[in-house]
T-cell receptor, first 113, second 114 residues
């Protein structure tokens, strides 16, 4: 079945450091890919998405590129801020699986001043 | 002007009780969902409704029963609560069922079963 794998956390970075959170997926069809972010005590909110191969999603300085050949959707940001501290979830939605959204296990990020 | 709201925010109850969590969305969306997030933050879909009809029903004990009285509401009733039901339950909605549609999440209901 479909699945999403993310790098294990927690990740701790200093402010202005470069961030990469790895995400790989397996899917039977051609999924859409998402990154959601969950700030402490809140629900998830969409950070960015990509719907086909080679698409790049971007928002708030975060970027991720849909790489079909490596089945990956790694999240990057050039310079993190303390306010980026949150849990980040990679997810896919596969139209051949009733459009269920499958979430990865989440990666906790702490940014210290 | 909350988009997706849930009540209650916290729920503490004894094993064996029956409880309900309510969810409402004011976005005009057709599709609503219930997710369970465990203590390790792992998020798993439980149910999905599209226009009041059940479209996703994952392997969930039948003690869990969703009800959608209209498009804007999706409630979750849980019978005979067990310790393992302790988790954060999130309601979400999307414009329609479909791979491209962003899901909007509520703030969550933290259920603690003692």
């Amino acid at each position: 079945g479909d699945s999403v794998t993310q790098m294990e956390g927690p990740v701790t970075l200093s402010e202005e450091a470069f961030l990469t959170i790895n995400c790989t997926y397996t899917a039977t069809g051609y999924p859409s890919l998402f990154w959601y972010v969950q700030y402490p005590g809140e629900g998830l909110q969409l950070l960015l998405k990509a719907t086909k191969a080679d698409d790049k999603g971007s928002n708030k300085g975060f970027e991720a590129t849909y790489r079909k050949e490596t089945t990956s959707f790694h999240l990057e940001k050039g310079s993190v801020q303390v306010s980026d501290s949150a849990v980040y979830f990679c997810a896919l939605s596969d139209p051949t699986s009733y459009d269920k959204v499958i979430f990865g296990p989440g990666t906790s990020l702490s940014v210290i001043p | 002007d909350t988009a997706v709201s849930q009540t209650p925010k916290y729920l503490v109850t004894q094993m064996g009780n029956d409880k309900s969590i309510k969810c409402e969305q004011n976005l005009g969306h057709d599709t609503m969902y219930w997710y369970k997030q465990d203590s390790k933050k792992f998020l798993k879909i439980m149910f999905s409704y599209n226009n009041k009809e059940l479209i996703i029903n994952e392997t969930v004990p039948n003690r869990f029963s969703p009800k959608s009285p209209d498009k804007a509401h999706l409630n979750l009733h849980i019978n005979s609560l067990e310790l393992g039901d302790s988790a954060v339950y999130f309601c979400a909605s999307s414009l329609a069922a479909g791979a491209y549609n962003e899901q909007f999440f509520g703030p969550g209901t933290r259920l603690t079963v003692l």
